[in-house]
């Protein structure tokens, strides 16, 4: 399973910007998928997730200001940021959890998206 992301970029304080994250590989299904993130000298945290049915979850940092939604026909989760802050910097990271063609479970993660905002 291969993640792919875009969407990064620069942005100034109160921005938005709109990550997405395509899927592709031997996939039979999907179940959760979410969005990581990691600033400098930090541990990676927990931005949001959604499960296949829809149901979300977020960390409270970002509640209110983003949404992450899916589209399951194309395997792809999306991450709407709106009234970002300097300190959402850092580089985002997907990840999902899939079922495989052979029935196994795969966790994947994507390769990152650099997001800056300027204060």
């Known amino acids: 399973v291969q993640l792919v992301e875009s969407g990064g970029g620069l942005v100034q304080a109160g921005g938005s910007l709109r990550l997405s994250c395509a899927a592709s590989g031997s996939i039979f299904t999907i179940n959760a998928m979410g969005w990581y993130r990691q600033a400098p000298g930090k541990q990676r945290e927990f931005v949001a997730a959604?499960?296949?049915?829809?149901?979300?979850n977020y960390a409270d940092s970002v509640k209110g200001r983003f949404t992450i939604s899916r589209d399951n026909a194309k395997n792809t989760v999306y991450l709407q940021m709106n009234s970002l802050k300097p300190e959402d910097t850092g580089v985002y990271y997907c990840?999902?959890?899939?079922?495989?063609?052979?029935?196994?479970?795969?966790?994947?993660w994507g390769q990152g998206a650099q997001v800056t905002v300027s204060s």
């Open positions: 990840n999902a959890d899939a079922v495989l063609t052979s029935r196994s479970s795969y966790s994947a």
């Open positions: 959604i499960t296949r049915g829809g149901s979300t």
